[in-house]
């Protein structure tokens, strides 16, 4: 789809005028700097806070003030179900039904959790392939799980690099891979978008790949929930994981999400309480009766104070709907990549992959000099991007916040200052 872009400002004004979820922008608080708002590009660090938020934890907090431990029951949101009232809008935003999502602990935690339940290494079929230069989070995680079952993570774990000279993944190279591993491998566990380069992944072809060859596939969408809407029941995903405090909005430590494919409901797993039948749940009796649901996979209490701000956070996306959100995103990254193209005095290189199929809202640009100064240019100007060394700047213009306006201005410091 061609867009006829241009490098005047009123070409940023007048894609703002036409933009429907333009309104968004002002349900959310923005940091000053010098008494003005900023221009956040950071949403894949930390999304904004919505304005709807502090209502939200007032409602809770009331709730407990007033009624303590009946709390659970009543009130205007009982605890007892907490985490089945992110389950619709969820569901909408991982493509799956409802009865595959939850909400519980956070990311990494219900990494393991899923990895635990998920991974059943036998001598003959122990492998996990990974993307190399996946977050070290995860890396982490499957180090300390292959160790975990006995294995030496440098035979159990199969990372897949880029071709010489590219810096993203050639989906047939991935494809090969998993076949040519085949008979050894358990699990095939992604980052949907990988951190630093950006780059969103084939998830249906890798699913497909991993179960021709009888493998898991299971993906961390850290990086792409409320970014990229996705298909996870149409594409046969094992199981997932995310954060809700990047492009969901929900805060510091917000509760993790969590996807099971509903044929693993009776998956053995490491269990806890509120996983268990609420029927069965206060009878205090042993045996474990799981939820028939991803439900079934929660563990602890309903956390409803890092719970809440994601469940005032969602309405938001209840309203805009991630389609919608996702045709504007693929917009703005049009718009801030070709401006980039018309710098012809700055070196840099996108590392982000050009196609918009494979790729969010986030550019990563690897600045080949001045990086760092860059970097601080915007930043002494209001405009908040992540660094890190050697030089990539990471933008990510994520359509909830930030407007063509707000793009325009990050080229304009380019061209004026470099
Ligand atoms: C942000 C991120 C994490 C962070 O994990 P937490 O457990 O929430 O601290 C992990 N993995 C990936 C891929 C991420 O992008």
Redesign the pocket.
């Known amino acids: 789809m061609p867009v006829d872009h241009n490098t005047t400002p009123g070409f940023a004004k007048q894609a703002d005028a036409s933009d429907e979820l333009a309104y968004l922008k002002q349900q959310f608080h923005f940091p000053k700097h010098n008494g003005k708002d900023v221009i956040y590009f950071c949403g894949n660090?930390l999304g904004l806070q919505p304005l709807q938020v502090a209502a939200a934890v007032e409602t809770e907090l009331n709730s407990w003030k007033e009624l303590a431990v009946g709390g659970y029951f009543k009130g205007p949101n009982p605890w007892l179900y907490y985490q089945e009232y992110m389950k619709p809008s969820l569901a909408k935003i991982v493509g799956c039904r409802e009865n595959e999502v939850t909400v519980m602990n956070?990311?990494?935690?219900?990494?393991h959790l899923l990895l635990l339940g998920f991974y059943r290494p036998t001598p003959e079929r122990f492998q996990i392939m990974m993307e190399a230069g996946?977050?070290p989070?995860?890396q982490y995680a499957v180090e300390t799980l292959v160790k975990h079952f006995g294995y030496d993570p440098a035979t159990a774990i199969i990372e897949i690099s880029p071709q010489e000279g590219e810096k993203t993944l050639r989906t047939e190279a991935i494809l090969e891979a998993i076949s040519e591993h085949g008979g050894s491998l358990a699990m095939v566990l992604f980052?949907g978008i990988n951190?630093y380069t950006g780059q969103f992944f084939d998830l249906k072809r890798i699913t497909e790949a991993a179960h021709a060859v009888k493998a898991i596939a299971g993906f961390?969408l850290?990086?792409v929930a409320g970014n990229l809407p996705l298909q996870l029941h149409n594409w046969d995903v094992d199981f997932a994981a995310w954060?809700s405090?990047?492009y969901l909005n929900a805060g510091p430590g917000a509760v993790?999400g969590v996807y099971v494919h509903e044929r693993h409901a009776n998956r053995p797993r490491l269990g806890g309480w509120w996983g268990n039948d609420e029927k069965t749940r206060f009878k205090m009796e042993k045996g474990f009766v799981p939820k028939t649901d991803a439900g079934g996979w929660n563990i602890s209490t309903a956390q409803v104070f890092n719970t809440v701000c994601l469940k005032a956070a969602l309405e938001l996306f209840d309203k805009a709907g991630i389609d919608q959100l996702r045709a504007k995103s693929i917009r703005l990254t049009a718009y801030l990549e070709y401006l980039l193209h018309q710098l012809p005095n700055i070196r840099f290189e996108i590392i982000t992959p050009t196609d918009p199929e494979s790729r969010g809202a986030q550019l990563s640009l690897y600045f080949i000099e001045k990086g760092k100064e860059i970097h601080d240019k915007m930043i002494e100007n209001g405009i908040i991007v992540d660094y890190r060394e050697p030089g990539v700047i990471r933008v990510a213009p994520a359509p909830m916040y930030c407007s063509f306006e707000d793009v325009y201005r990050f080229y304009e410091i380019l061209r004026d200052n470099f």
Do not use: P
């Not at 956070?106 to 990494?111: E, F, G, I, R, Y």
């Open positions: 660090s956070a990311l990494t935690v219900n990494l996946a977050f989070s995860d980052g951190y961390d850290a990086h954060c405090y990047k993790g």
